[in-house]
């Protein structure tokens, strides 16, 4: 009878070993599904690429009148800048279109050699602080446009 006791016993045993590891094989299922759920949830967020606006891309559509004269007017046209009296270009809407062209400020054959585009694009113009990036843009597309007065 001892001998069938201790067989028992080891068959418990072994049952119980056995029971152990389906329990750790059942946990490290878990944790690598959860693994891979949480990889697949959070490693694709930062695959996603917002296409900015190409500056070398065809230009867009800049309305002079429309775009850039009430940008040079809250920007630039103000008492002590380009008002017509302290610097130039003056920038006043009703003056600003024929201060940039005769004055030598904007470049068609080569738009990025512009002075107005070089000045805002580098940030020290207007003094107030920079334009946004898709005002500069704005600018460049004018003049890769041909500087229209429209």
């Not at 001892?2 to 068959?11: A, E, S």
């Not at 045993?13 to 056995?18: A, N, S």
């Not at 107005?116 to 446009?145: C, F, H």
Request: with cysteine.
């Amino acid at each position: 009878m001892q001998y069938h006791f201790q067989t028992n016993t080891i068959i418990a045993g072994e049952q119980k070993g056995i029971l152990k590891t389906e329990v750790m094989k059942s946990k490290t299922l878990i944790l690598f599904t959860a693994l891979v759920f949480a990889t697949a949830f959070t490693g694709c967020y930062k695959d996603i690429i917002s296409p900015g606006q190409d500056p070398n891309g065809p230009p867009q559509y800049v309305s002079f009148s429309g775009d850039l004269a009430p940008l040079f007017s809250a920007n630039c046209a103000l008492s002590g800048c380009h008002d017509g009296t302290a610097h130039n270009p003056d920038l006043r809407p009703e003056k600003a279109y024929d201060a940039l062209i005769n004055g030598g400020f904007v470049n068609t054959v080569v738009p990025t050699n512009s002075l107005i585009y070089g000045e805002v694009k580098s940030g020290d113009m207007p003094p107030t602080g920079a334009l946004k990036a898709s005002d500069v843009q704005k600018i460049l597309d004018w003049i890769r446009n041909g500087a229209p007065n429209n």
